[in-house]
């Protein structure tokens, strides 16, 4: 597989005109595909109910719950390949907005993935997360197939279709390889990917899928009246995890960022650092079934009383 430069688009990021204010103060999909609204029915919240004294008590969500939006977070995957997730060390990009509140929404990132647990590059490392705020974001990704960007290389012939197809106002792929369980690439030649495998096993699958590069756009004007924190947890989860944007009506999560109808939360909820964490828990070999159940399990202790805050 081609790595694309991704240093390439934050070069043109900071040459693109007009950054709007400081989005701190100022008023979607499988892999490789848009990151478009999914149309999935909004999943129940947590359940509520008055007390004999006329306070609401809110119910942990159940497992139920819990799972049925993980599903929707994750969309359709193989049971073939394991979810996506980084090995290498991720190294993250913003461009678009003033420098202050690119470096925030970067610092913000690298701090979720931290808290996932996902290996950090450090300083003066080679982009191979990127963020990327436009005047027109459909009209960026449609100039962008149209040249065959090397951002895009990878991205087949449906996954395009589908990115354009999308009405944004953001847009996330990320390239992804399939590796054995140790890392190693396919064998050369032609056809579908070979591999040595040492191990058979029915509990596990003998390779897993790393991201290569993750890149999201979003146009500015949507970004008006949100926080560089949530412009940062919103990407962790689009890029890190590859969730799908959700409706809202459901458990809270920044992934209704932009498509729900409420106010969104101001930080991480409870769902999404889950997610994160229950991702990036365990071996990366995993079965897909299995992942999505570390993810219901790691967000319904975030739901217990004594769960840590987000930071």
């Given amino acids: 597989m081609v790595v694309p430069n991704l240093a390439a688009l934050v070069i043109a990021a900071s040459q693109l005109p007009g950054p709007v204010p400081s989005a701190a103060t100022a008023q979607s999909a499988p892999e490789g595909t848009a990151a478009s609204v999914t149309e999935s029915a909004p ?23 819990i799972g049925n939006q993980v599903r929707a977070a994750t969309g359709p995957v193989s049971q073939n390949v394991p979810i996506a997730r980084f090995q290498d ?6 461009g678009g907005l003033s420098s202050k509140v690119a470096s925030e929404i970067a610092q913000r990132m690298l701090d979720d993935a931290d808290l996932a647990g996902i290996t950090l590059a450090g300083d003066h490392c080679r982009p191979n997360t990127m963020v990327l705020f436009v005047d027109d974001a459909h009209a960026e990704v449609a100039k962008m197939a149209k040249s065959n960007h090397r951002a895009l290389l990878g991205v087949g012939f449906n996954a395009r279709r589908a990115l354009l197809k ?35 096993s029915r509990v596990v699958q003998p390779v897993r899928q790393d991201v290569v590069t993750a890149v999201l756009i979003v146009e500015r004007k949507a970004v ?19 969730a799908r944007e959700l409706p809202g009506g459901g458990l ?3 992934l209704a960022l932009f498509g ?23 071996g990366a070999n995993a079965f897909a079934y299995t992942q999505r159940g570390r993810m219901a399990g790691a967000i319904a202790r975030e739901n217990e009383p004594s769960a840590p805050a987000t930071p």
């Fill in 224 to 242: 008006v009246g949100k926080t560089s924190r949530q412009l940062a947890d919103y990407a962790a989860l689009r890029l890190f995890a590859g």
């Fill in 260 to 282: 729900g109808k409420a106010a969104p939360p101001a930080q991480l909820t409870a769902f999404d650092r889950g997610y994160l964490r229950g991702l990036y828990t365990g």
């Fill in 43 to 65: 999943v129940p919240a947590a359940e509520q109910r008055v007390g004999d004294n006329g306070d609401i008590i809110v119910a942990a969500p159940t497992r139920k719950v």
């Fill in 166 to 200: 999308s009405e944004g106002p953001a847009f996330a792929w990320r390239l992804t390889e399939v590796r054995t369980r140790d890392g190693e690439t396919s064998l050369p030649g032609d056809g579908p990917p070979t591999f040595h495998v040492a191990v058979a």
């Fill in 252 to 254: 809270d999560t920044m």
């Fill in 89 to 94: 060390p991720v190294c993250v990009a913003v």
